[in-house]
C-alpha cells in the first residue's frame, strides 16, 4: 500500500472528525452559520454523521480499499457541495466569512487526492 495513500486517508479521517463533532453537538460557528442559513438541527447533525461515516469508511479502507474509495468519493461529494454552499451565499468574497469557509475547499481538494490514491493503488 501506498505510503501516500496512508497518510492522505489519516488525514482525511481526523479532518472529517474534527468538522463533524461541531456539528453533531450544534456548537461553533458552522452551527452558527448554518443555523443562519435556515438549515435545521437534523440536517447539521445528519452532515455531521456523514462526515463521521466517511472516516470510518476511510480507515476500514485502509483493509479494504473499495470501502475506502467510497467513502473517500462520498467526502468528496460533501466537501463540494460544502463549497457550493459556501459560493452561493458569497463566502468566498467575504472578508468576515472566508476563513471560516475556505476548509471546505481544502477539504475536498484532500478527499480528491485520497479517493484517486485509492483508486489507482489497487
Request: glycine share 10%; charged share 10%; proline share 3%.
Amino acid at each position: 500500500m501506498n505510503v501516500v495513500l496512508i497518510v492522505c486517508a489519516i488525514v482525511l479521517a481526523i479532518a472529517s472528525l474534527a468538522v463533524s463533532v461541531p456539528k453533531l453537538r450544534l456548537e461553533g460557528t458552522a452551527w452558527t452559520m448554518l443555523r443562519s442559513r435556515a438549515l435545521v438541527q437534523n440536517q447539521v447533525r445528519m452532515i455531521g454523521a456523514a462526515e463521521i461515516a466517511g472516516a470510518a469508511g476511510v480507515l476500514v479502507g485502509l483493509f479494504v480499499w473499495p470501502i475506502g474509495a467510497v467513502a473517500a468519493g462520498g467526502l468528496l461529494l460533501l466537501g463540494l457541495a460544502a463549497t457550493g454552499f459556501h459560493a452561493k451565499h458569497g463566502d468566498y468574497g467575504n472578508p468576515d466569512t472566508r476563513a471560516t469557509s475556505l476548509p471546505s475547499v481544502y477539504f475536498a481538494v484532500l478527499a480528491a487526492v485520497t479517493f484517486v490514491l485509492f483508486l489507482v493503488a489497487h
